[in-house]
Antibody, heavy 114, light 113 residues
Framework: EVQLVESGGGLVQPGGSLRLSCAAS????????ILWVRQAPGKGLVWVSR????????YYADSVKGRFTISRDNAKNTMYLQMNSLRAEDTAMYYC???????WGQGTMVTVSS | DVVMTQSPLSLPVTLGQPASISCRSS???????????LNWFQQRPGQSPRRLIY???NRDSGVPDRFSGSGSGTDFTLKISRVEAEDVGIYYC??????????FGQGTKVEIK
């Protein structure tokens, strides 16, 4: 079964850090770009970041540029989102998505609050 | 950035009746390769979004044929020919032509009257 499974979410204080992981299975992970999209409670979908299949290029939304870093380990079929200097407005469900937006994970919730 | 505007934002529908959602982009979504990268997603309550339609009018595997997508340039439509109870949720359009960023519409909430 083609699957993406996120983990690493939780409660963190403002200014803190968190690392999200996205584990892939059922497809050739190294052949696909992977993206993160987030959804604040009761709000719409917002693209956050993308990494190319070989990790050579990365892209970030202006709202997270300089604070978030996307990376991947194709040998482990896993992608990561390192989130630093977290703010209350980063509170959201974070979804890992296969390039093309055809496969979505179940999401991992990040809450930034004191 | 390309702005995606959906209407209506709320759509009460009677079971068995048709429904239509409009999505407009702030610039043409025709790519240099000739394709138009406009997707539609469905998000049922408590679930992750799933892609229904890609490149304007192509249904994903497993998507009922009561869902159809159409449009061109800057104007696009998602139609449900006969709404069923399982269609309740929020529907989003998204453009993948002018990136980054990939941008979504605000979402249209479909509910049963």
């Amino acid at each position: 079964e083609v699957q993406l499974v996120e983990s690493g979410g939780g409660l963190v204080q403002p200014g803190g850090s968190l690392r999200l992981s996205c584990a892939a299975s059922g497809f050739t992970f190294s052949s696909f770009n992977i993206l993160w999209v987030r959804q604040a409670p009761g709000k719409g979908l917002v693209w956050v970041s993308r990494i190319d299949s070989d990790g050579s290029s990365t892209y970030y939304a202006d709202s997270v540029k300089g604070r978030f870093t996307i990376s991947r380990d194709n040998a482990k079929n896993t992608m990561y989102l390192q989130m630093n200097s977290l703010r209350a407005e980063d509170t959201a469900m974070y979804y890992c998505i296969r390039g093309g937006f055809d496969i979505w994970g179940q999401g991992t919730m990040v809450t930034v609050s004191s | 950035d390309v702005v995606m505007t959906q209407s209506p934002l709320s759509l009460p529908v009677t079971l068995g009746q048709p429904a239509s959602i409009s999505c407009r982009s702030s610039q043409s979504l025709v790519s240099g390769d000739g394709n138009t990268y406009l997707n539609w997603f469905q998000q049922r309550p408590g679930q992750s979004p799933r892609r229904l339609i890609y490149r304007v009018s192509n249904r994903d595997s497993g998507v009922p044929d009561r869902f159809s997508g159409s449009g061109s340039g800057t104007d696009f439509t998602l139609k449900i020919s006969r709404v069923e109870a399982e269609d309740v949720g929020i529907y989003y359009c998204m453009q993948g032509t002018h990136w980054p960023p990939w941008t979504f519409g605000q979402g249209t909430k479909v509910e049963i009257k």
